[in-house]
């Protein structure tokens, strides 16, 4: 019954894990179609010859649905919700994901500057923030104090100490364009090393967070400003962010000029600059660019953009009670004022988007937003433009035709123009042959031979001191208290009992990862990868070192259990992690592999142009059923005959798809292009099912890891246990 039982739950954990991984598939294919597979600017790269599928990394990250476990590996599928967390990699326990920059060869959009964040081309010219393509707040204020610090140790080096400045004029240390976090953090930096410095700023204090909506989430994560120290929160909205700056600055002085806008920069013979601003000239060594990629609003370019009522951000949603809103985006931040504005009482809001479906947004604000949709607290008007602003109607341009609103605001969200151009005028490249090279993540294996090289090693020593006491552990047991080595090796004392202790001392540390890798962990301090190794570290020497205790004798007692289950752990824990990568990438590969000729085949349908639309979507529907029946088959029966059938279904599916493009007048060319993807799309899913329904029957080391782990505390404690009785027994005696 209990074997029965214990079948029944694995076939219906496997059967849940099957749909899982189909839902999986296909939002991935979803995110392909929408392009929000690939990211903005950073995302994750993950080394599947490292991965064991923990799904960490999944847990970790703040962003929904930019990660998730595929074939038992963790896979992208959102890439461009990703914001360069990192969470995903501080996480991992085997060091196999890495937070990268996407396409940097190709893009135009990414300043070339050095690792001090100089750029190149221009010394004393810095970049902060997001403009070097990094979007966290946490990020911009490391690299603003990183820059603060260069220029104070390059003073240092000069011997230009503050006193032996020009007295005819007001040179600066440094000038920081830009009072948003990076230029924040630049700021305090520069106070705490001397430099004389100024911050300027066109708009307002904050940069672009005081442009964000009312109660916006802005930091997740705890970061340390110089002279404040630690913040006390790990999570600020955008107005404790923003009052703690104000405070921060004013009880630091901050030098900080708002209304002062960049216009120029330019270099003197001397090599300082000389910075052209709204307000004049200033004169400095050096200069730190923290403007951000926000530039200017992006303007739709139609009549009546120029009345009052049209503005370019949202800061308060209360002030729009029960008016008519037009919210023109189809981003994050479109989204956001959308819901913003519809949770007001009596307020009529209408979003209008482009597109017909969203496109590069976090997961939580699409499903909020298509709620509101279905409540009607928001007006949805996809695939739509819009075509005049009137003074008290809008006019939107959809298939159906031209539509008129009531309307009384417009908030045009569309995003913004950024600053290149005005950069590059400043000094700053964007040509991506200047930027240094970027070194691209590669598969680096999953570290089996380093590993086996080590507990090679560790054999090799335990080996070495048995041959060196070969005579007692060659004797049998019954006549080792003969021997004169006994009272040095046996296990209650010396030698042995020192392994032993040593050994359960390995075996605490070894359990402690356990308390470092939970959701609510224990210990803080550390990285999982770090915890990960002395894991794998204090597993195989607790073993040597126990079988060493038990004089290389496996007795039927509670400590020979004992050690029999730590072989069985440590056999199981190899597998996992060094052995099961190594299927599931296959898997994984299949389905890279799928995607490359379902893209194909999409890619052939478009060179058709409008010709033969009922082949083209017959074909396309064929093919996905072939796909689907072998490859995500529910039923392992079902799975089991379409394996059986599988070239026998196929062989007739193409002939008749042959013979009806033939009937159509389709080219030959085009029907052979067509059906060749088709075969290897039906292959190549049938590979991925074969693999996964091997890597599902391996994945089962887990299992057997976790009870045989639990199996080996529980006789271990007996073990230690009956020891200690028996040593303050014998001592009683």
Request: include cysteine.
């Amino acid at each position: 019954m209990c074997v029965l039982l214990v079948v029944l739950a694995a076939s219906w954990a496997r059967r849940l894990e099957r749909s899982r991984m189909v839902k999986t598939v296909e939002e991935r294919e979803e995110a392909r179609q929408r392009g929000s597979h690939e990211a903005r600017l950073q995302h994750p790269h993950i080394d599947l010859t490292r991965c064991m599928g923990c799904g960490l990394c999944v847990a970790a990250c703040p962003e929904q649905g930019v990660l998730d476990v595929l074939h038992g590996q963790a896979r992208v599928v959102h890439g461009s919700r990703c914001v360069g967390h990192s969470r995903c990699a501080d996480e991992c326990p085997v060091d196999a994901i890495a937070v990268t920059l996407s396409g940097v060869e190709e893009r135009t959009d990414l300043p070339a500057i050095e690792v001090d964040f100089e750029a190149i081309g221009s010394p004393g010219l810095f970049l902060a923030g997001e403009v070097t393509g990094f979007a966290l707040v946490r990020t911009a204020i490391a690299q603003g104090m990183a820059v603060a610090r260069e220029v104070a140790r390059r003073r240092e080096e000069t011997g230009r100490a503050a006193e032996a400045r020009p007295a005819a004029e007001d040179m600066l240390d440094l000038l920081i364009v830009g009072a948003g976090p990076a230029g924040i953090a630049c700021s305090l930096a520069a106070l705490e090393s001397g430099l004389r410095h100024v911050v300027i700023e066109q708009d307002q204090f904050g940069g672009t967070v005081a442009h964000y909506p009312r109660q916006k989430l802005v930091m997740t994560q705890p970061v340390e400003l110089p002279l404040h120290g630690k913040l006390t929160q790990t999570t600020y909205t955008k107005e404790e962010l923003i009052d703690l700056w104000h405070e921060i600055a004013t009880q630091h002085a901050l030098p900080v000029v708002t209304g002062e806008r960049l216009d120029g920069i330019e270099r003197r013979e001397d090599g300082a600059f000389l910075v052209r601003t709204s307000e004049g000239f200033r004169v400095t060594r050096h200069v730190c660019l923290a403007l951000g990629r926000r530039g200017s609003p992006r303007k739709l370019d139609v009549p009546g953009e120029d009345l009052t009522k049209v503005t370019y951000s949202l800061l308060d949603a209360r002030a729009f009670e029960g008016r008519h809103v037009l919210v023109v985006g189809g981003g994050d931040s479109a989204i956001e004022a959308a819901l913003g504005l519809g949770a007001q009482k009596d307020t009529t809001v209408t979003l209008s988007y482009r597109r017909t479906s969203f496109f590069r947004i976090k997961a939580k604000n699409e499903a909020r937003i298509l709620e509101a949709f279905h409540n009607g607290s928001v007006r949805a008007e996809l695939g739509s433009n819009v075509r005049r602003i009137g003074d008290d109607r809008v006019e939107l341009e959809t298939d159906q035709g031209v539509i008129e609103i009531p309307n009384d605001h417009v908030f045009v969200l569309a995003g913004g123009i950024p600053p290149f151009k005005m950069l590059e005028e400043c000094g700053v490249s964007f040509d991506p042959a200047m930027r240094l090279p970027v070194e691209e993540p590669t598969e680096r294996g999953s570290g089996l031979i380093k590993a086996l090289f080590v507990a090679f090693l560790l054999a090799m020593v335990t080996l070495a001191w048995s041959l060196l006491h070969g005579d007692y552990y060659d004797a049998p047991a019954h006549l080792r208290s003969s021997i004169d080595g006994h009272e040095l090796l046996r296990p209650a004392r010396n030698v042995g009992l020192a392994c032993g202790i040593a050994a359960a001392l390995a075996v605490v540390l070894n359990l402690l990862y356990l308390l470092r890798r939970g959701k609510r962990a224990w210990i803080r301090f550390g990285s999982l990868r770090g915890w990960m190794s002395l894991h794998v570290a204090t597993g195989v020497s607790g073993f040597l070192l126990a079988v060493v205790h038990g004089g290389f004798l496996v007795r039927d007692t509670a400590g020979g259990h004992a050690i029999l289950a730590m072989g069985v752990l440590i056999a199981t824990g190899a597998m996992g992690r060094y052995l099961y990568s190594f299927v599931p990438r296959a898997a994984n590969g299949r389905e890279l592999a799928l995607e490359e000729i379902q893209s194909r085949l999409a890619g052939l349908e478009g060179e058709w142009d409008a010709d033969h639309p009922e082949y083209r979507h017959r074909v396309r529907g064929e093919v996905a059923r072939l796909v689907a029946e072998g490859h995500w088959s529910r039923s392992l029966w079902r799975r089991v005959l379409a394996t059986l059938t599988a070239q026998r279904r196929l062989k007739h599916t193409l002939h008749g798809l042959r013979l009806e493009g033939e009937g159509m007048g389709v080219p030959l060319e085009r029907i052979n292009d067509v059906l060749g993807l088709a075969q290897r799309a039906h292959r190549t899913a049938l590979g991925a099912a074969r693999y996964e329904e091997l890597r599902g029957m391996l994945s089962s080391w887990r299992y057997i890891h976790r009870w045989a782990a639990l199996l080996f505390v529980l006789v271990l404690g007996v073990h230690i246990v009956t020891a200690v009785r028996y040593a303050h027994f014998g001592a009683a005696s």
